[in-house]
């Protein structure tokens, strides 16, 4: 007897391997886990599976997939199988999906990516008793039906008032639970929306107010942080796509944890980078000091997250952080096709501007943003710079401390640079965007650290400019190169701040700095 079968669609094939991975921990032994990354194909394998009378107790789908999309699939399955239980999972907030789903396909449960394995392995050891328990019921009301068609003609008619009854009751007992599971999976939908990256009172507000959720926006003064991990994309392609999605899940976790302690609300994951925005959907007073401690103890949060890449063989990471404050206009933006809670704005496009000028460990905050809570806060260094968007040059300001309900602080103590025996010729190309000139410019590398050095070149550089830079090694064919930010100028040269660092170059850093 073939086992059942717990089958997952998805178009992506690193989800469909995370979820065979998690899935095969807890249930191969009793348990056939399928993958398929089409909706239509895995209806034909869905049917296959019914000619062929093997139990598919629980089928998971992404929403958003060419062709077919999730809660299409979960109608026609249903239509097929109304036991099978559904899960839609999906990293888009599509509400119309997710009703769509409740009323065509009875959805069980909505999960939203990244999600938690031990949220979804509960998910599904629960689906999986209600299945059965289900099925068991079925079959004892199969041989009731059997007991009640050999009854006499006389206990068959006195019971006929009863079975009236009963399905009458048993109506209402269905109508309530249809009730109580669309709630509960609107539930499920805040929660997955808002219940991981907002505070346990702010979740219950909407819970208790789903008409915070209607489209419409309003006018009001919140803060704006943006983070980025320093050179993830080119680290990233280093590592096969199970360890980097292992490895980027568990950063997000630590930030998650972070950001809820300081109030804030995560609007959208972004790949490695996160937003964050503070005062909404519930106002807050100082929303500008909690953006602020936040990014400190994301920071500081960091230490905890290189540790655990240490220990799983994961390269170190580092992060920039921009933070603005301003006016936008806030709430539930989009369209009765697609929409989801977002802020739009000059405020929203100048933080993204000023995060991209921050480098590793760095927390770069405007002038507006700092405007209130300046006296409490540790500044390091103080820039005024032109971004595209803005009318007149932006004052930014590195913080590296607050004072609060809790002192925070960064050691923003550097590592000296380590002066050369022989200066090394090199050469570099500005970055213009993320597209390197085709200029070239001669360089002379003067002084290294693990994450800095000292250069000189023809070119005059501004500060904040992304350079990439490129030297032979020892004299030999091999080439060593770096990703790079400008700090500032120094005398005749330049210190940079590297992004982007191999581990060939990270290699020969540590061999030079050591002698």
């Known amino acids: 007897m073939k086992k059942p079968v717990l089958l997952c669609v998805d178009d992506e094939?690193?989800?469909?391997?995370?979820?065979?991975?998690?899935?095969?921990?807890?249930?191969?032994?009793?348990?056939?886990?399928?993958?398929?990354?089409?909706?239509?194909?895995?209806?034909?394998?869905?049917?296959?599976?019914?000619?062929?009378?093997?139990?598919?107790?629980?089928?998971?789908?992404?929403?958003?997939m060419p062709g077919m999309k999730g809660h299409e699939l979960l109608s026609h399955v249903h239509e097929l199988s109304p036991r099978t239980l559904k899960v839609l999972l999906t990293g888009q907030a599509d509400a119309r999906a997710v009703g769509d789903s409740v009323n065509a396909a009875n959805l069980y449960r909505y999960i939203a990516k990244p999600w938690e394995e031990t949220d979804l392995i509960l998910t599904i050891k629960e689906a999986i008793r209600s299945f059965y328990q289900d099925k068991k019921l079925e079959e004892q009301n199969v041989q009731l039906r059997q007991m009640n068609e050999n009854l006499e003609s006389l206990v068959v008619e006195r019971t006929v008032e009863v079975v009236r009854q009963k399905d009458e009751i048993q109506k209402q007992v269905e109508d309530l639970d249809k009730q109580r599971r669309e709630l509960e999976v609107r539930n499920d939908f805040i929660r997955n929306i808002f219940g991981r990256y907002v505070t346990d009172e702010v979740m219950i507000t909407l819970l208790e107010n789903p008409e915070a959720l209607e489209f419409g926006g309003e006018k009001r003064e919140i803060t704006v942080l943006m983070s980025d991990l320093r050179?993830?994309?080119?680290?990233?392609?280093?590592l096969s796509p199970e360890r980097v999605v292992t490895m980027l899940n568990h950063y997000l976790g630590v930030m998650v944890d972070v950001i809820a302690k300081y109030n804030g609300t995560i609007l959208e994951f972004l790949g490695d980078g996160i937003m964050v925005i503070f005062g909404a959907p519930r106002p807050l007073e100082k929303h500008a000091q909690y953006g602020i401690s936040c990014a400190i103890a994301m920071q500081q949060a960091m230490e905890q997250v290189n540790a655990y890449n240490s220990e799983h063989g994961f390269p170190a990471v580092e992060m920039g952080i921009g933070i603005n404050t301003g006016d936008v206009v806030v709430g539930n933006i989009g369209s009765d096709r697609r929409a989801k809670y977002g802020v739009v704005g000059q405020t929203v496009n100048l933080t993204a501007r000023i995060e991209t000028l921050a480098t590793g460990n760095q927390i770069l905050v405007s002038e507006h943003a700092l405007a209130s809570v300046r006296e409490k806060c540790e500044i390091v260094d103080e820039v005024e710079v032109s971004v595209k968007g803005a009318e007149k040059p932006l004052k930014l300001f590195e913080v590296s401390g607050i004072q609060g309900e809790e002192h925070l602080h960064l050691d923003k103590r550097e590592v000296p640079l380590v002066a050369l025996e022989s200066s090394i010729d090199s050469v570099l190309w500005l970055l213009e965007g993320k597209s390197v000139s085709k200029t070239v410019h001669d360089a002379r590398i003067l002084k290294f650290s693990r994450k800095e050095s000292l250069i000189t070149t023809d070119r005059s550089l501004e500060r904040y400019d992304n350079i990439k830079m490129q030297w032979q090694r020892?004299?030999?064919?091999?080439?060593?190169?770096?990703?790079?930010?400008?700090?500032?100028?120094v005398d005749d040269g330049y210190l940079v701040r590297f992004t982007s660092v191999p581990p060939e170059t990270e290699s020969f850093i540590a061999e030079v700095t050591s002698k």
């Open 13 to 64: 094939e690193m989800i469909l391997v995370s979820l065979k991975d998690q899935l095969r921990d807890h249930f191969a032994k009793e348990y056939s886990i399928e993958t398929v990354d089409s909706g239509d194909e895995a209806l034909e394998f869905f049917k296959e599976l019914l000619e062929e009378d093997v139990d598919v107790p629980l089928l998971i789908s992404d929403e958003i």
């Open 231 to 238: 050179g993830f994309t080119a680290l990233s392609e280093r």
């Open 474 to 489: 020892n004299g030999g064919d091999a080439k060593c190169e770096v990703y790079a930010k400008v700090r500032r100028k």
